[in-house]
């Protein structure tokens, strides 16, 4: 891939994700007016993501007679829910990690939950009728370069083997690979049927239609301000509060801000864009499918095509938000991230050179050092917590609007028992160390990629800054090795 970078994407920044606009202008659904008073629930969800709108799903399957208010800072849809690459993914990638963080029953457990969510997503989706572009093709990982390893390693299909689980993760070779998307890149390449492409805006207002007709109060440009702890909590917000027994805390990124979680995880902005509708050029490297693609390199490119023949791509470089702001120009506004990603395209299939990008956009990531979710309980006992899904959004919000939903009815049961129900599993510097060593994590990934493609070799240098958000991942999994869940520090 070039050095040389041909400004010929639309400038990300104020605009909505190519998504949102598109699941607008589908259904901009009933109006939810912003808090303009005090209420009173039974429950009080913080957040109108993917997490937030599940748990609420959640609660009125299991208590359909429970008071539930939602509050949303902008709309639902506006935040990372809308922004995202709309891959709803396993973790078999990531299969030894699982494994070495919480132990080989617990790990396996968590990701066949993980595979299993796939399918009752797309049973919910077709049960509610919601039109969110669903394909449960699968997903590729290839190796574009004998240099990537990134995901395509077999040790995760290995592992997965070992442990019964065959036919989860299939190794291909470059020929089988191309049959799926023909690159001239590839040299080999990993599969796995568990895993989705998804309209994440559209399914994001699809669920907010679900539970307007089940009698949620979505309260929308309502930002909560703070939460006031008690035997009844108080969220606060700029012209009404909720009173609520329970307080789910599901608002990603922007918890970043808040009291008690500014070492939780880092605020990352990933930059994506989309090309004009290109049917005859997909047909020029054979994809038919709705495979979802990415690559094996350390930013790794993630593109998958849309229901118009479209094709969206993400990746190959990062923004990193000073002191978590996670609506900072950082995280929308970053133009080299946006033409990193096209560029990426035009590398790995050559033949598309000539696309016409007709959006860009950026979303934030809620990255936390072992670049898992987290789920604790604040003081007294009815502040729930649901933050740190670290990218892979789309399959672990679903898994934790059950956990959460568990914690707010004080359910004892298999979803409180997965391994991730329990606080941080590390910290993250605090600032003002935290931004400079995670941008220079970031321009060591970048650039060493970008060395690697040219035909050089990344330096030393580049791996070691690079290598150090894996090497503290590896050291803290060596500590929950050691380190009972129920032993966790909160």
């Not at 901009?28 to 008073?37: F, I, V, W, Y």
């Not at 699809?206 to 006031?228: D, K, S, W």
């Not at 700029?238 to 605020?267: C, M, Q």
């Not at 060591?444 to 690079?466: C, P, W, Y």
Request: with cysteine; proline share 5%.
């Amino acid at each position: 891939m070039s050095r040389a970078i041909r400004q010929d994407v639309p400038a990300p920044g104020a605009a909505r994700s190519f998504w949102l606009q598109d699941a607008l202008a589908h259904d901009a659904g009933e109006p939810c007016p912003p808090l303009d008073r005090h209420v009173v629930a039974d429950v009080c969800i913080v957040g109108g993501g993917f997490c937030g709108l599940w748990t609420a799903i959640e609660l009125t399957r299991r208590e359909p007679s429970l008071r539930i208010a939602l509050v949303e800072a902008d709309i639902v849809g506006g935040g990372a829910s809308g922004r995202n690459g709309g891959f709803f993914s396993s973790s078999w990638w990531d299969l030894p990690a699982l494994v070495g963080f919480f132990g080989e029953e617990p790990g396996l457990r968590y990701a066949r939950r993980l595979a299993s969510s796939i399918d009752e997503v797309g049973a919910f989706v077709g049960e509610h009728a919601i039109d969110c572009w669903w394909h449960h093709d699968g997903a590729l990982v290839l190796r574009a370069g004998t240099w990537q390893s990134g995901l395509v390693g077999s040790d995760a299909a290995e592992l997965a083997t070992s442990l019964g689980e065959t036919g989860r993760l299939e190794m291909l070779t470059a020929e089988q690979a191309c049959a799926i998307a023909d690159s001239p890149r590839i040299t080999d390449a990993a599969f796995t049927p568990d895993s989705a492409t998804v309209q994440p805006a559209r399914l994001a207002r699809g669920l907010r239609r679900v539970l307007l007709e089940r009698g949620v109060r979505i309260f929308e440009r309502t930002p909560a301000r703070g939460v006031e702890h008690g035997r009844r909590a108080i969220v606060w917000t700029p012209h009404g509060a909720v009173k609520a027994d329970e307080v789910i805390l599901a608002n990603g990124s922007w918890a970043a801000g808040w009291r008690g979680f500014r070492r939780s995880f880092a605020v990352i902005a990933d930059t994506m864009v989309v090309t004009e509708p290109v049917p005859d050029r997909l047909g020029e490297i054979g994809w038919s499918s709705h495979v979802g693609i990415a690559d094996g390199r350390d930013l790794l490119f993630y593109l998958r095509k849309t229901e118009d023949d479209r094709i969206a791509i993400g990746g190959g470089a990062l923004g990193i938000a000073f002191g978590g702001r996670a609506d900072s120009r950082a995280v929308t506004h970053d133009r080299h991230a946006a033409q990193v990603a096209a560029d990426g395209l035009r590398w790995l299939f050559p033949q598309l050179d000539g696309v016409r990008f007709t959006h860009a956009w950026g979303g934030p990531i809620d990255e936390s050092a072992a670049r898992l979710p987290f789920y604790r309980t604040l003081a007294p006992g009815n502040v729930h917590v649901g933050l740190g899904f670290s990218g892979h959004g789309l399959s672990q919000t679903y898994l934790g609007g059950q956990i959460l939903a568990s914690m707010a009815l004080a359910s004892e049961d298999e979803h409180v028992a997965l391994p991730v129900a329990g606080p941080e599993l590390g910290m993250l510097p605090a600032e003002p160390f935290r931004w400079p060593a995670a941008k220079l994590a970031a321009w060591a990934l970048e650039t060493g990629d970008r060395r690697e493609t040219e035909g050089r070799r990344r330096g030393a240098v580049r791996a070691a800054l690079g290598g150090a958000p894996d090497l503290y991942r590896q050291v803290l999994m060596q500590r929950a090795a050691r380190t009972p869940a129920r032993d966790r520090v909160q």
